[in-house]
């Protein structure tokens, strides 16, 4: 009977460690799937998942993710080839016009210096505020592509966003200023340095003012934290919770006259991702701040 307990014993230790060292591949191969999976998303590969274990449910679940890697490959690069082409359009589109645009600013210049009659006067006025403005916008366009792969080649170096909000401000004081609005200024006394493109953070302020300036109810407030985050507000009346929520959609403006292109923030969160950092935007009771992070991994 003793022999028999201790043969038991002995089967049951061993299913036990036989257990156990199976729970040790089962768990070996899901972390090397789980870094597998994440090293393929953070690049673009063609390498499928493989793993060294021989259990069936792991192997299948590899051949799953697999699939499921290949439909996301495939639909990435569909997106970056639709992006790249819509940015292709958007360029040779706004090269295009610039050459009858061109001409037709010259020849509004010769009816100025012609005779007319007051009528003849108020209409030349209409037009010659309409192209300025169709020709703001199609450098709009012609920015949007430009700006954005410069970003991609440019490089990183130490920036001080206490001086870039500072260059940005004094950038656009005078069109502030026009448009009754002053700034209220909140700066630490201790520089706020980053790793940034400084092209793409002049940009993207410039971008954020741009939309102050436009639809700001009169005031602006701006303020920068040690940690990194960067916030304006202001009023605006036009705005609700639901229109917020489109801002840095591509193309969206706020009113349907339009009054720009609706690409300046949607630009402004493609460079502060690219940089690292993030920017949102919310609207409470009729104030809309918009608050960009650039966080402390950025440092250089």
């Excluded at 010769?110 to 450098?139: N, P, Q, V």
């Excluded at 304006?232 to 193309?251: C, G, I, M, Q, W």
Aim: proline share 3%.
């Amino acid at each position: 009977m003793v022999y028999v307990l201790a043969a038991l014993c002995a089967l049951l230790a061993a299913a036990v460690l036989l257990l156990l060292w199976k729970i040790l591949l089962l768990r070996r191969s899901a972390e090397e799937l789980r870094r597998g999976v994440q090293e393929r998303l953070e690049t673009d590969t063609n390498t499928l998942l493989s793993i060294p274990s021989r259990d069936g449910a792991m192997r299948r679940l590899a051949a799953g993710l697999n699939v499921q890697l290949r439909q996301l490959r495939r639909e990435r690069r569909q997106c970056q080839n639709g992006d790249r082409d819509l940015k292709e359009a958007v360029t040779n589109i706004s090269h295009d016009l610039r050459t009858p645009l061109t001409a037709i600013c010259g020849y509004l210049d010769l009816l100025e210096g012609e005779e007319k009659s007051a009528a003849a006067a108020r209409y030349l006025e209409l037009i010659r505020g309409r192209t300025d403005h169709l020709r703001e916008m199609t450098e709009e366009f012609f920015r949007y592509t430009t700006v954005l792969s410069a970003a991609e080649r440019g490089r990183t170096e130490a920036v001080s966003l206490n001086g870039a909000v500072e260059e940005a401000l004094a950038a656009w004081y005078g069109v502030l200023s026009a448009r009754g609005v002053s700034p209220e200024v909140l700066l630490p006394e201790e520089p706020v340095v980053r790793a940034l493109n400084r092209e793409a953070v002049s940009r993207v302020l410039a971008n954020v003012l741009s939309n102050a300036a436009k639809y700001s109810g009169g005031d602006l407030r701006v303020a920068l934290e040690e940690d990194g985050t960067l916030t304006f507000s202001n009023r605006a009346p036009a705005l609700t919770p639901v229109l917020t929520e489109k801002l840095f959609d591509r193309y969206f403006t706020v009113e349907s006259g339009g009054r720009g292109t609706g690409l300046g923030l949607s630009i402004a969160r493609q460079l502060t991702e690219r940089m690292g950092g993030t920017v949102t935007a919310e609207w409470q009771t009729g104030v809309l701040t918009v608050r960009l992070r650039f966080p402390r991994e950025t440092l250089p």
